[in-house]
């Protein structure tokens, strides 16, 4: 070989050796296309994009049990590794005080970021007779049999506890109201849309873009305070009334068996990407709303949060 041509050889082969260690990211969505876990995969994905240091974000899609599966799939070690993030919610965190992923506690995984925060709302058809929660609760109280609620998981699940408050405040007891168990947010608008349910109980994000299309009219979201943005002419479910506030975390978890080396690398990330005001805009343009914790912190949170979740099921005899 010529010294001309094994310089060259050796120069791209230092070149290749120096070049940054370009990553394959997962990022499992433990639901159907379409909902709200969906939507917080594919922020992550524009994010780690624009950050750069990434590469492309698979979407993987391991639907059951309202989490449990993809849960029992990461922590048993069958998915999962350094790169591997898995989505979960406030309604991923209520499951687990209720014992519907078995024995599964909350020290059973690695808890990375919080990366936003949503709300619960109850919605229609966009030519649907009811304009407001009132109208709606006198016709569920005409008729109980009437009007199916759609809405992800079954008696005890997050979008059940919200239909439930709310029927509470108006005097329904929660076995009159008839519903339709479902998985993940997808699935419960093309319930709507097919007219399978007249009503939906989910999370404010996954119905913002379906207003713009006049397909859906939100009669109340469970916040504090009316929601900037494109709800912003939603009314709460306070204002009508009913004093029922629903704050939903939005985030990722990892697997146990992740090195603390690989998982501390994956919360810097987050700690940089969320420092950035870019991602005050993808998190917005996914429906969400500021909030941003990792590492310790969000572990102490979700413990808390579990605790919390767990004593009010308890108060309402869904959990011994």
């Known amino acids: 070989m010529k010294a001309s041509s094994l310089r060259t050889l050796l120069m791209a082969c230092l070149l290749a050796c120096a070049a940054p260690y370009v990553l394959a990211v997962e ?7 379409g909902g709200g876990m969906d939507a917080t995969c594919k922020m992550l994905r524009k994010v780690l994009r624009e950050e750069g240091g990434t590469g492309p974000v698979k979407l993987s899609y391991l639907p059951g049990g309202i989490g449990a599966v993809a849960w029992s ?18 309604g991923s965190l209520l499951n ?8 599964a506690s909350v020290d059973d995984v690695r808890w990375v970021a919080g990366v936003g925060i949503d709300y619960g709302m109850i919605a ?19 008729d109980p049999g009437k009007t199916t609620v759609g809405l992800s998981g079954t008696v005890g699940s997050q979008d059940w506890l919200k239909m439930a408050l709310i029927a509470g405040r108006a005097g329904i007891e929660s076995r009159q109201f008839r519903f339709v168990a479902l998985e993940g947010g997808g699935d419960s608008f093309a319930a709507l849309q097919a007219g399978h349910v007249q009503v939906i109980s989910g999370d404010a994000s996954e119905a913002a873009h379906f207003i713009a299309e006049g397909k ?5 979201v469970l916040s504090e305070q009316r929601l900037p943005g494109p709800l912003q002419a939603v009314p709460t479910a306070r204002e009508q009334g009913y004093d029922v506030v629903w704050p939903i975390i939005r985030g990722f978890y990892m697997s146990p068996h992740v090195p603390e080396a690989e998982y501390r690398r994956w919360v810097e990330i987050f700690d940089k990407a969320m420092a950035d005001p870019a991602f005050d805009r993808q998190r917005g343009a996914s429906g969400l709303y500021p ?7 969000l572990t102490d949170y979700v413990a808390q949060t579990v605790a919390q979740y767990r004593k009010q099921s308890q108060e309402l005899g869904l959990v011994r």
Do not use: H
Request: glycine fraction near 10%; charge should be positive.
């Open 216 to 220: 859906v009219r939100i009669l109340a």
């Open 73 to 90: 799939s990461v922590v048993s070690q069958r998915r999962g590794g350094p790169d591997t993030l898995v989505t979960f919610s406030g």
């Open 124 to 142: 229609v058809r966009g030519d649907s007779p009811w304009r407001n929660l009132r109208e709606l609760l006198q016709a569920i109280r005409k």
């Open 291 to 297: 909030f941003a914790m990792t590492g310790k912190a």
């Open 96 to 103: 687990l005080a209720q014992g519907k992923y078995g024995k």
């Open 27 to 33: 990022c499992i969505v433990p639901a159907k296309p």
